[in-house]
């Protein structure tokens, strides 16, 4: 996708989100891309390419062969601090500036929205950069890499683990709750970079189409949100959400 040309941006888009009060922002892996980091499903390149996400990202993966989980989740970490928030993620800090009730629900966990200046943020697939006990679930926050791969836990001896969602795992307390909620009542529902197919999170822009809001998907590609959503922008986050907020809020820089 060349993200130099502009895309046309509807004026009666620009109209709803200039005038909304509540605006709720759903992203997934597409944001991320343009900073440099790999969609969900082509994170398997390279070292990974021989194993499906569903392989690794599973509780039964991680007691199976907990080191190349580790490993794996210890690489992709280390993308995600090399990593820059890119102009999609910046134009989201603008809006949230600029519309009086605002959440940003992601389904990423690389940190880039809190490190792009995001303040309501709510993380459904929790952060890679927080490292919990597989046993007894405690935030370990001073660990070091040892000799023993994955390190263990100072509380418990339990072996350590990365503080997000598996397959087959729940979401983190309440935030579902909040994120359906929000997305219930909300004016405008943007939609960015997710391919809308993994539950629960693939509800929420149908959620807010129940509650009446003009739902709006940002995607270079088709998604099952695509027939459904008033606008479609076909085209990359970094491109379309600065266009987008600058035409909202033009002293919105
Ligand atoms: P996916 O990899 O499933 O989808 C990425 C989406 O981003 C696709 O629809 C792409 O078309 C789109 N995309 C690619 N480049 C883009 C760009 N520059 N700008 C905008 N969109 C772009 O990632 P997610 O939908 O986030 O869950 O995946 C959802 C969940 O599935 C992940 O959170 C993860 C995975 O299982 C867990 O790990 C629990």
Redesign the pocket.
Known sequence: ?NSAHPITIPGKLVRRLRTAQRVVVLT????S??SGIP????AMTGLWARFR?EEL?TPEAFQRNPKLVWDWYTWRRKRAEEAEPNA?HRALVDLEARAPEFVLVT???DGLHARAGSRRVVE??GNIMRTKCFDCDRLAHDWQQSEEVPPRCVHCGGMLRPD????GEVLPDHAMEEAMRVAGQCEVFLS???????EP?ASLPFTALRGGACVVE????A?PLTLCAEFVLT????SVLPQLVAMAFPAAK
Do not use: Y
């Open positions: 996708m997934g892996a597409g944001i891309a343009e969609t969900f499903r082509d996400p990202a999609g389904q990423n966990v459904l697939h997000v969602v598996w397959f960015v970079g997710t391919s809308t197919v993994v999170a940002v995607n270079p590609n998604t085209g990359s986050a970094a």
